[in-house]
């Protein structure tokens, strides 16, 4: 089973508008870390936002925000106000265990094109 | 701010010669990684290295595969004999002990191999 699942290759969205990208996880592990990069088309990968397992409230960092559903064992990303600077692919990726050795796991990705 | 720098951007190389693909992490990071990326496909994860020894590696990570951290400052990914399939984008990460969450990826390194 794959441990990310990201079901949506690509997503529009208009600018200053809201947009959701979806990522579902698969873990039996009770700690583990969720995290969301992007990676523009110059291909750097640029971090985003994490949400710990155990973090009650969903993560925020300015326009981002990760819906959390623990039970779904989902972790949406959410870009508020959407700019043209967003078109760029988006990763979900997670870490089991809390040991930063751990290997990330990756999903294949989101690409987003914010129109004008 | 401080950023892991990867050297060379773009290699080249013929099957079957070694590479080694350069990293420079954040200085004050404990946690290395190399990760690599093909073409249109997802990241994924090769190795993880601390106190100059492999903490993990994945399937992909055989003996063709091997990091070292030669000086105080370098973090390198050998790769003995290329293979076509070896062209990738390769990105260094590390992480700094005791933050839980986050690693801080370098720029990549695109490997062609023909």
């Known amino acids: 089973a794959q441990k990310i699942t990201q079901t949506q290759p690509g997503m529009f969205v208009q600018e200053k508008e809201a947009v959701t990208l979806d990522c579902t996880y698969d873990t039996s592990d009770q700690s583990y870390g969720l995290f969301w990069y992007k990676q523009p088309s110059s291909g750097e990968m640029i971090f985003l936002i994490y949400q710990g397992s155990y973090d009650e409230q969903n993560a925020t960092e300015g326009r981002y925000s990760l819906n959390f559903q623990k039970a779904r064992k989902s972790a949406n990303l959410v870009i508020s106000a959407s700019q043209l600077g967003d078109s760029a692919m988006y990763f979900c990726a997670m870490r089991e265990g809390m040991n930063t050795g751990n290997q990330f796991y990756f999903g294949t990705g989101t690409s987003l094109t914010v129109i004008p | 701010e401080p950023e892991v720098t990867q050297t060379p951007s773009h290699q080249v190389t013929q099957m079957g010669q070694e590479v080694i693909l350069r990293c420079v992490p954040i200085s004050n990071h404990l946690y290395f990684y190399w990760y690599r990326q093909i073409l249109g496909q997802k990241v994924e994860f090769l190795v993880s290295?601390?106190?100059?020894?492999?903490?993990?590696k994945s399937e992909i990570f055989d003996d063709q595969f091997s990091v070292e951290r030669p000086d105080g400052s370098n973090f390198t990914l050998k790769i003995r004999s290329t293979k076509l399939e070896d062209s990738a984008m390769y990105f260094c990460?590390?992480?700094?002990?005791?933050?839980?969450?986050?690693?801080?990826f370098g720029p990549g390194t695109r490997l062609t191999v023909t």
């Open positions: 990460a590390s992480s700094e002990f005791g933050t839980l969450y986050e690693q801080y």
């Open positions: 290295f601390y106190n100059n020894e492999i903490s993990e």
